[in-house]
């Protein structure tokens, strides 16, 4: 059924493609959307749609006119109006022509304030503050040069020296926030005097509060997927994570960002977490000791498992480390009065623990592995008995042994990229997962699929269901996509985690014996299936559906296969390295 379902969806997503005549002139332009167009930067792409027999020409040079009909051409665009023809000629003749223009006009640049005003007003952080004495933010303003500017209680900030790339009248400066400030969500106000003697004022979009006495300072977590963020860096995919905690974890408030509480971990160290994922505490709440208790280390039949007595519900970070190959968790608020650790020879992976006090507040514990490949673990509490539990390696490394997860990635209303046909991720990465699932079980294996229809799944969702089903690997299907239509395609592979790069490493390495440009492997990359400890997971951007000849490959049912054949054998490749002694 599955096989049939995918046979008709490769059919509709073609339907478009070749829905004219492949030897009947004509032309589609997709990008840019618009006849004429404004733009600020001179390198632009002309995108768009012939029939697949056509000879394309742009202001007379031939363009390549894939087996879709798809071309891509870039143009370099002079100061002022610039117009393209865009010529197809079909088989009988006929001669079908299109325009684009582009206006380009270099954007202006960077002025000073001429009169008396402050243009602008940053702080960093950028956000509405809540802040203990002692904290410092920063501001950067635009104002007339040659002023003096200060900021609450007559705090100046400097105006910075020009350079090449610089302009007169930036200032820059920091105010510290002290016990008696009457701040609460306050913007900050601006004065500005001019040289002429004129004074002005202008308030900061963001506010201000000095965390008092009586809030609110200790919180805990609604639930497993609770995240700590290092800091409040981000990209699409969010900020980076230092680690999920479990669900009760108390943690101890020390200012927020907008929606995103800072917390302390230790003396030196400090996360963020969403509010979202918090229950504030009333004022008061505390941890009665810190002292550590006893351990107990053993096995069952396929987890081994490290249990060390805590005081209370006390964050922590888990590392997993290669040569020697072993787990490093830190328990933050944590002091030793561990003088106890029974370990039984029961265990098939943990073969010594140990601990460290690093500092007076960070309770370090180690576990040394087996085996160089991680298999994964999971960190959790058990009342406030703190589970660290270790996946052993599998007795018999062999792919009919194996339990996969596979991922189409996206779906719903979440199409992803779209290609110059119009040809969506969604539909493309369903295709390929539903035949990599097929040919995983031609092997022996037990799929699990997060998805095997058109509908939508949240990413959060697949998260959750792949960490509790704890597969033996997880392998996410994705098309990449690009600005430049042209230069930037081929096949690549992505983990987080650097004990789980083999797996990624050795499915790149039998992806390009499809003949793919290599666009790498990457490590330490954000996206949600691959922040999972519990188990090995790779994601592979299998090519990018922005170029038109990895799009025209894409679309083969044929090259799908080929894909799926190429991931088998990758993981095949993993588990013969794991096997090695």
């Known amino acids: 059924m599955r096989i049939f379902f995918s046979s008709i969806l490769l059919n509709i997503l073609c339907t478009y493609t070749f829905a004219q005549k492949p030897d009947i002139a004509f032309i589609k332009i997709v990008s840019p959307a618009r006849e004429n167009n404004s733009v600020k930067t001179s390198k632009q792409f002309i995108t768009g749609l012939t029939c697949p027999t056509c000879t ?17 051409y870039e143009v370099n665009l002079a100061e002022g109006d610039t117009m393209f023809n865009v010529l197809s000629n079909g088989a009988n003749g006929k001669v079908i022509s299109k325009k684009v223009t582009y206006a380009y006009q270099k954007p202006a640049p960077a002025v000073p304030v001429s009169k008396v005003a402050i243009e602008s007003i940053e702080t960093f952080p950028d956000g509405n503050l809540l802040l203990q004495p002692g904290d410092a933010v920063s501001f950067r303003v635009k104002a007339l040069p040659g ?10 900030l400097f105006e910075q020296q020009t350079t090449a790339s610089s302009i007169a009248g930036i200032y820059q400066g920091s105010y510290v926030m002290k016990a008696g400030d009457n701040l609460n969500k306050t913007k900050p106000v601006i004065t500005l005097t001019s ?22 300072d200790k919180a805990v977590t609604k639930s497993n997927m609770a995240y700590m963020d290092y800091g409040l860096g981000e990209d699409r995919l969010g900020g980076a994570k230092i680690g999920y905690l479990d669900q009760g974890v108390q943690v101890n408030i020390i200012g927020k960002v907008n929606d995103a509480y800072k917390i302390r971990l230790a003396q030196n160290r400090t996360a963020f977490i969403p509010g979202e994922h918090l229950d504030l505490l009333p004022k008061g709440a505390m941890t009665t000791s810190n002292l550590t208790g006893s351990w107990k280390v053993y096995g069952d039949e396929t987890y081994d498992y490290v249990t060390v007595g805590m005081p209370a519900k006390l964050p922590y970070q888990s590392k997993q480390l290669l040569s020697p190959s072993r787990l490093v968790i830190d328990v933050f608020g944590a002091v030793s009065n561990t003088n106890w650790i029974t370990q039984l020879q029961n265990t098939k992976e943990v073969t010594d623990v140990d601990y460290e006090q690093v500092s007076d507040d960070i309770f370090r514990i180690y576990i040394n592995l087996k085996h160089a490949q991680h298999w994964g673990h999971q960190v959790y509490y058990n009342g406030n008995i703190l589970v660290i539990k270790i996946k052993q390696q599998p007795a018999v490394l062999a792919l009919n042994k194996m339990t996969i997860a596979v991922d189409a990635g996206h779906g719903g209303s979440n199409d992803g990229a779209t290609g110059i046909t119009g040809a969506q991720e969604k539909s493309l990465t369903l295709a390929v997962a539903l035949k990599l699932e097929q040919s995983l079980k031609a092997e022996g294996v037990n799929v699990q699929m997060t998805r095997n229809t058109t509908g939508s799944v949240q990413n ?19 098309l990449n996509s690009a600005g430049d239509p042209l230069r930037v395609q081929g096949t690549s592979t992505y ?6 790069k083999p797996l990624s490493a050795f499915i790149l390495t039998r992806m390009l014996e499809l003949g793919l440009k290599e666009f790498g492997n990457i490590g330490a990359f954000n996206f949600i299936l691959n922040r999972p400890t519990e188990f090995p997971n790779a994601l592979v951007e299998t090519v990018f559906i922005s170029n038109p000849e990895d799009e025209s490959k894409i679309l083969d049912p044929v090259f799908q296969q080929q894909i799926a054949d190429k991931i088998v054998l990758g993981i095949k490749d993993f588990l013969a390295n794991a096997a090695k002694p």
């Open 56 to 72: 394309l020409s742009i202001n007379g040079t031939g363009v390549t006119v894939y087996n879709t009909g798809a071309f891509a």
């Open 147 to 156: 002023s003096k500017l200060s900021i609450i209680d007559g705090t100046p």
């Open 195 to 216: 040289p002429d003697g004129f004074t002005i004022t202008s308030n900061a979009k963001n506010t201000l509060t000095l965390m008092t006495a009586d809030m609110p």
């Open 460 to 478: 959060e969702q697949r998260f959750a269901d792949t960490r509790k089903a704890w597969p033996d690997l997880l392998i996410s299907i994705h």
């Open 495 to 500: 983990y987080n985690h650097i004990v789980f």
